[in-house]
């Protein structure tokens, strides 16, 4: 009984590996035409691959419905020269399924031409028989040519501790620029205002002086 339920169990394990095989084939697939219907402005394949509530998170943080990624097939900038991914990942979790690997996007922008690589992440809801994306999402990986540099930082004064008993020539080498103090110019000085001189009073007559009173005749 023991060996019945082991081989059972064995069984079972290989349906669901087979299953999930099969399942990973349809994203596969799924995948490719997605891919090649961006370039080719495909607009049936692009409503198969996508789900209704599909969201989709590019490189840059820009939010997109299922609508807007067909529209804009059709807008007068659109410019994807072409479009490479490489599946690195594909799991499979009863009714949901994520994939996962790297892209290189290639777009014309005014008159330059544009290249984005990145990975990816895409989660897909089993409808019926197959598979719908229902979100997406973007991250550009870039590459640094060469050791990254350091940050330079000013380097600060060191601390200065000065050191008595060199005399004048030390103290010369440590101050090799000495700061010239100009001598404040002094203002003329201006003699105080003398006080204005009081007029003394007159003096008073002396009554002995005073010539002797002339008398007339009476007649």
Request: with cysteine; charged share 20%; proline share 10%.
């Amino acid at each position: 009984m023991a060996l019945l339920g082991v081989t059972g169990l064995s069984f079972a394990s290989v349906a669901v590996a087979e299953e999930d095989s099969a399942d990973v084939a349809k994203i596969r697939v799924i995948e490719t035409n997605w891919a090649e219907a961006l370039v080719k402005k495909d607009q049936y394949a692009l409503d198969l691959s996508l789900a209704p509530t599909f969201v989709d998170i590019s490189a840059s943080g820009e939010v997109t419905t299922k609508n807007q990624q067909i529209a804009h097939l059709y807008a007068p900038n659109y410019g994807v020269l072409a479009y490479t991914e490489t599946l690195t990942s594909v799991r499979v979790l009863g009714e949901t399924a994520i994939a996962q690997g790297t892209y290189t996007l290639r777009r014309k922008w005014g008159s330059d031409v544009q290249e984005e690589r990145g990975v990816f992440t895409h989660v897909y809801q089993r409808v019926r028989d197959s598979w719908q994306c229902i979100n997406a999402q973007r991250t550009i990986v870039r590459e640094q040519v060469g050791p990254p540099k350091s940050a330079e930082k000013k380097s600060e004064l060191p601390f200065h501790i000065p050191f008595t008993g060199g005399g004048k020539k030390q103290q010369q080498q440590e101050d090799p620029s000495p700061v010239t103090v100009m001598p404040t110019p002094q203002q003329p000085t201006v003699p105080p205002a003398q006080p204005a001189a009081t007029q003394a009073p007159a003096p008073t007559p002396d009554p002995q002086d005073a010539p002797p009173p002339t008398l007339q005749n009476v007649k």
